[in-house]
T-cell receptor, first 114, second 113 residues
């Protein structure tokens, strides 16, 4: 099993450009989420999904869109990149919710916005 | 709002010693707490989960305690090895049936040979 796969690994954008960060999992997990990790701050939840067709906002959703058309894929879209979105982005999945479902993380996308 | 604190200073210990990492939280009563390991350039990897009604959980050389009165969890690695060097993150459940987690900033552990 590949687990959680994120692409690309690195990306440089200019302010105002748009892009999509890809995330795919092959574990048939219902729950998927996007976090960003910045120096001196813990992982912060951007958006999450509890199943295909269902998404909701996390702690820091502004400037990001998501959709969940299939169980496997959960792309994160930056509509108009800003320098404040420079970060490392992690996608995670779990079988369900609660204390029997730890998160499985991808290896991240390092995004720089100039 | 919920707040999680982990020691931001790196913890340096000698190989063979026990490493103890601390996670304190405020303004919350989590149903469970999780510990993850993160290596440079990689995503976090789940290690252990402990529930609010459990005092202690063990897995091989790892031990986690959970004191809901002190609002603190301790993470121990016994007989530490250089390969244990990494950043360790604690995370609290964010409530609700959504698996939202609130993460601490992590503590970097360096085990010297």
């Amino acid at each position: 099993n590949a687990g959680v796969t994120q692409t690309p690994k690195f990306q440089v954008l200019k302010t105002g450009q748009s892009m999509t960060l890809q995330c795919a999992q092959d574990m048939n997990h219902e729950y998927m989420s996007w976090y960003r990790q910045d120096p001196g701050m813990g992982l912060r939840l951007i958006h999450y999904s509890v199943g295909a067709g269902i998404t909701d906002q996390g702690e820091v959703p502004n400037g990001y869109n998501v959709s969940r058309s299939t169980t496997e894929d959960f792309p994160l879209r930056l509509l108009s990149a800003a320098p404040s979105q420079t970060s490392v982005y992690f996608c995670a999945s779990s079988y369900g919710a609660g204390d029997n479902s730890p998160l499985h993380f991808g290896n991240g996308t390092r995004l720089t916005v100039t | 709002s919920q707040k999680i604190e982990q020691n931001s200073e790196a913890l340096n210990i000698q190989e063979g010693k026990t490493a103890t990492l601390t996670c304190n939280y405020t303004n919350y009563s989590p149903a469970y707490l999780q510990w993850y390991r993160q290596d440079p350039g990689r995503g976090p990897v789940f290690l252990l989960l402990i529930r609010e009604n459990e005092k202690e959980k063990r897995k091989e050389r790892l031990k986690v305690t959970f004191d809901t009165t002190l609002k603190q969890s301790l993470f121990h690695i016994t007989a530490s090895q250089p390969a244990d060097s990494a950043t360790y993150l604690c995370a609290l459940d964010g409530g609700g049936a959504t698996n939202k987690l609130i993460f601490g900033t992590g503590t970097l552990l360096a085990v010297q040979p």
